[in-house]
């Protein structure tokens, strides 16, 4: 997720730390002793995996599956030897409720300890900043979250960023996806609009607003009318009844919302139910969290979301399949998109190392990573674009988007057609 602070919201915590990072990864000694950490590091002990996770909260749950699904990678990693014969081990740093200066801190400390070979995260600040402080420590930063700002990070100076790379792809698709798949049940019979009218509810977020900017623009070229975007503030919102009035007054026959946070997003749905309109409810990313199953119950039947990246989550796939049941054996919850994220960065970190042969030179690990290539993984093939840094998109031959719909309690995936394993149904709300 990716959430744009003023420039005064940096403050000057992060921008000293920014300062002094470099000096700080290479000259910082090891408690109890005044030798570099490179020189006390014995060359077959542990080296430490660092993860950046909102571990408390407004974004915990996302925070707990990054930790969970680095964990069970490196569970397995361990008992078959480790990496280059050493054991790896997971240190995890709090970015608490995303703000730079927690963020900065957290960086600062994982990149000032010489065992920490790389960093990894879902996603860690609401800007992506922290990639120019990883890049200036020269620590191999795998991220997720927030695509659109780390490309546009990235291609100014890809050289500059050499151990940076997203393990999602970029998200237009977010842009692009719902407008077409509506155009294509229309065409086909799966759902014909009573009205070519959509309902847009966004958050005041760049990612949030971002895509919806793009959902405006494609809607209203394919010729629907577009009512919006309403936009709600960022953080909390308990009372969505201003929307749901407005969207009764429109009529619409279908309701996009935006915000994100899974709080927020089960209480919009709550609300709606309690005073619906005959209009399908598009979610973004929300749905996707296990906790929003967990407190909408059966009431989150009927809604759609869609994923450029996450597990494939059908039948028709092993890897996907064999890995949402290992984690759910594991945990006894679905990974979500952080889940099998973590677990797929810790695997593709430990490939690069292995074939470098020292998980502890950063930089030489930090470009191996980029020319991984890794097929059949629980999300699909992963492997990067060289001029964004981003996880290629891609049905057959990369990264594919799935279109869900929840169904008595299940993530249904509805596209794309090769992995399908269930077919659109009307929600029980429509009257």
């Known amino acids: 997720m990716s959430i744009k602070f003023p420039p005064a919201r940096i403050g000057a915590a992060a921008l000293a730390i920014a300062a002094g990072l470099a000096l700080a990864a290479c000259s910082a000694p090891l408690p109890g002793g005044t030798e ?29 599956l990054m930790r969970q699904g680095a964990e069970l990678a490196l569970r397995e990693l361990n008992a078959a030897g480790g990496v280059a014969g050493r054991e790896i081990t997971l240190e995890a740093a709090d970015v608490k ?24 995260t879902g996603y860690a600040s609401t800007t992506n900043f922290e990639i120019d402080l990883l890049a200036e420590a020269g620590v191999p930063y795998l991220i997720g979250g927030g695509s659109t700002q780390t490309a546009e990070i990235i291609t100014k100076d890809p050289g500059r960023y050499p151990g940076v ?51 405006v623009r494609n809607f209203t070229a394919k010729g629907w009318k577009v009512v919006g975007p309403d936009v709600v503030p960022y953080g909390e919102v308990n009372d969505w009844t201003p929307q749901i009035g407005k969207i009764h007054a429109a009529d619409p026959s279908v309701i996009v919302n935006l915000d994100y946070l899974t709080a927020n997003a089960v209480k919009f749905l709550t609300q709606f139910r309690d005073n619906p309109t005959d209009s399908l409810l598009f979610s973004q990313y929300a749905p996707s969290v296990p906790e929003f199953k967990k407190l909408a119950g059966r009431g989150a039947d009927g809604v759609l979301y ?47 190392a292995e074939s470098v042969g020292d998980p502890l030179d950063r930089a030489a690990v930090g470009k191996a990573v980029g020319g991984v290539e890794m097929r ?28 869900f719909q929840i169904q008595d ?14 077919t659109f149904e009307l929600p029980d709300w429509f009257r």
């Open 376 to 403: 059949e993984t629980a999300m699909g093939t992963i492997r990067f674009d060289q001029a964004t840094h981003l996880a290629v998109a891609d049905d057959t031959d990369g990264l594919p988007l799935q279109f």
């Open 165 to 215: 790379w997203s393990t999602a792809p970029h998200f237009e698709a977010y842009k692009t996806d719902l407008p077409e798949r509506l155009e294509a049940w229309s065409r086909d019979g799966t759902f014909q609009p009573r009205t070519r009218t959509v309902y847009i509810i966004s958050s005041d977020n760049p990612y949030s607003n971002d895509i919806s900017d793009g959902l």
């Open 36 to 64: 570099s950490a490179t020189e006390s590091t014995k060359a077959d002990g542990p080296v430490k995996l660092g993860l950046l996770a909102p571990l408390t909260g407004a974004s915990a749950a996302d925070g707990k």
């Open 306 to 352: 869609n994923l450029p990246v996450g597990a494939v989550v059908s039948d028709r796939y092993a890897p996907g399949r064999d890995f949402v049941k290992k984690f759910n054996d594991a945990y006894g919850t679905d990974p979500g998109l952080y889940g099998v994220m973590g677990y797929e960065q810790v695997r593709l970190w430990a490939k690069a």
């Open 97 to 120: 409720d995303l703000k730079s200066d927690a963020v900065a801190s957290a960086v600062s400390r994982l990149t000032a300890d010489g065992e920490v070979g790389a960093v990894i």
């Open 409 to 422: 309690g299940r993530d249904v995936l509805l596209g794309p057609a090769k992995y399908a394993d269930g």
